[in-house]
Structures are given as C-alpha cells and as structure tokens.
C-alpha cells in the first residue's frame, strides 16, 4: 500500500484560497488514481474531487465545482487540490485517497489507502 500525508490545511477568511499537499510514499503515485473527500463531526465523509492516473480525467463535486482544483505531478509523487473562492461551510478535514486503478471514482469504498487528514476552517 501507499502511504499518503496531506498538508496545506489552516484557517482562512471566506474568499479566500488554500492549496492542500498530499505526498505519497512506499509506491510510485503514478499507479494510483487519487482523490479528495472531507469530513465534518457527526456526519459522513464526502466525495471532494477525484483525478485519473495520467490526469487526464477529473470529477468534482458539484458543491466545489469552479472553485477547486485537483492535479498532481507524479515525478514529485503529489497530489494537489487548490481551493479558491472558499466558503464557511467548505469548513472540515480533507483527505487524500488513492486507488490502484487508471480511472477516477468518487465513492468511499473505491479507494483503499489513506491519509490522516488536514484541518480546513473558513471563517465568514
């Protein structure tokens, strides 16, 4: 498995941008298509946006569509999701995922290694 570590979260006023990191390790990124969820307390964790192996594909969630980012750059072995125009209710922990597999996907159960997560808060 992959060992994934994300970065890049803090607080930050409403409009404002913050571009999370999520570096991997023990495998070459290049073999896994890569995705972001987020979690806020007491409810379950959601499907942010996603990218294909080549990052030739991408799917967002409505919700962020037009304001987020996802990319990567495999000879660095990162993933990068920039959040621009960010809301209060962006507001949760985002985690980095990766699945085996050339294609993107957006549920939970597609994914099989994670990161611990990274605090996003916007304030108004």
């Known amino acids: 498995q992959v060992q994934l570590v994300e970065s890049g979260g803090g607080l930050v006023q409403a409009g404002g941008s913050l571009r999370l990191s999520c570096a991997a390790s023990?495998?070459?990124?290049?073999?896994?298509?890569m995705g972001w969820f987020r979690q806020v307390p007491g409810k379950e964790r959601e499907f942010v946006a996603a990218?294909?192996?080549?990052?030739?594909?991408?799917r967002y969630a409505d919700s962020v569509k037009g304001r987020f980012t996802i990319s990567r750059d495999n000879a660095k072995n990162t993933v990068y999701l920039q959040m621009n125009s960010l809301k209060p209710e962006d507001t949760a922990v985002y985690y980095c995922?990766?699945?085996?597999?050339?294609?993107?996907?957006?549920?939970?159960?597609?994914?099989?290694?994670w990161g611990q997560g990274t605090q996003v808060t916007v304030s108004s």
């Open positions: 995922a990766a699945r085996p597999f050339l294609t993107v996907a957006t549920t939970e159960v597609s994914f099989d290694s």
């Open positions: 023990g495998r070459t990124l290049s073999t896994y298509a």
């Open positions: 990218i294909s192996r080549s990052g030739g594909s991408t």
